[in-house]
């Protein structure tokens, strides 16, 4: 009931206080100080326009009433009675009249203007505290409720809560709880709308970033402005988003560390393996040249031999592929005859192509290609090695080559059972194995994955073209030698 009467009573005493400037006005010219009847009613029009800048329209207009009233009885004739017969009395009342209403609607309209800049001022001001403690804010799981807290801190808002689309939770602050429910906080952030409960005086804004919704922002008992709104939601949204990335930033970089970790750890035990490998090849081999040996041995020594081939390549791979994702790679590219690179990659096959017929089909005249001569062998001897894996003992493989305007493209073609269009879009992916041979066929998954990432490294291509029961067409592209290297 008070805070009703308050305003109430201000206002009597502004009246009384204007009255009283007219009686004093009144009192003076009189009693104490004659003049002409001009200068008393300037007198009382410059007191009106005062009052009327002073205190507003009504303080203003009942010193008007009051002032034509003492002018009237005071000053013109008949001293001493009421009368406004007189058309001067008319002319002093419009006069006051008009002065008080001018006057006070100019001085509402200054004052007003005057309170709105002060208030963008003080929002402004607000504003850039805000953005710079958020831009000091250190990034951590309690980021979201450590914003709620500054901006109700900083606005000093009743109650404040945000909504993080990202974890699902409302976030509260301020000294009274924010009467909004989650749901319609929720349904603010996707649907990108403003709300407003006059009743509660609450307001809900959509915080979105780019375009997408990732919270909203409630706030109780707040004059700022829409503009103002607006600001604090994109301060929180970019505040968000660089939480977010630098929490990116962070697992991606722990991911790599990870993996070079873990490459290390891979190319460090695969040398381990390999030292013991080198004696232990060189003794089967020395063993296999006794021509007097008993079969039974010698079939065993073989098995050895053989084993002993392929975990070295099981190695070589696991090596290989530890330096690839650690980002190891390094080639050393130089202008290189493919025809040399292949006969290098079938000599080292040897006995493993088990008698089976290669058909060679590269040009005399190809181009040669800018490529790390080791690297590309790699990539040739791995699509011979997976063809001799995936295909019948004894069909034939074709490996071949052509020349393009900018790169030159190596194939190797065989005989084999195909591989289905569903396959071949994971035949590259790191350890898949088609699912008909992963049983019966021994190998780690590594190979075509070593060979995709080499190519890649050289700006490459490589692809398979297949059908089922038609065998299959590795293929890869490596780039021709610029002219002026060869010259």
Known sequence: MKKNLAPHTALAFRILGALGIIAGITFFYFLIFHVNNVTVALSFLLAVLAI?????????????VAGMLCFNFFFLPPVGALTIADPQNWVALSAFVVTAVIASQLSTSLRTQALESSHRQQEMERLYTLSRNLLLLEVHGHLAQEITNLIAQVFEVPGLALYDRATDRIHRAGPHDIPVEPGKLRDTALQGTVFHDAATKTTAIPISLGGQPIGSLGIQGSQMSETALHAIANLTAITLERAHSQDVATRAEAARQSEELKSMMLDALAHEFKTPLTPIKAAVTSMLSDTDMNPTRQELLLIVDEETDRLNSMLTEAIQMSRIEAGELQLHRSPQSLHIIIQAQLKKLGEGLEGRKVTVDVPENLPRVSV??????????????????????????????????????????????????????????????????RERIPGTGMGLTIAREIV????????????????????FSVPRAPRESLL
């Not at 011979?384 to 190797?412: C, D, F, K, Q």
């Open 52 to 64: 009327a800048t002073r205190w507003g329209l009504v303080e203003a207009l009942a010193a008007s």
């Open 456 to 475: 890649r490294a050289h700006h490459g291509r490589i692809w398979v073209e297949s059908e089922p029961g038609k065998g299959a067409k590795f293929s």
């Open 372 to 437: 790390d001569p080791e690297f590309t062998g790699t990539v040739i001897w791995q699509l011979l090695s997976n063809a001799l894996r995936y295909t019948p003992p004894g069909s034939p493989l074709t490996l071949s080559a052509s020349a393009g305007e900018m790169e030159v493209i190596v194939s190797v073609a065989d005989c084999g059972p195909g591989i289905s269009e569903q396959e071949q879009r994971k035949v590259f992916d790191k350890f898949y194995r088609g699912k008909d041979q």
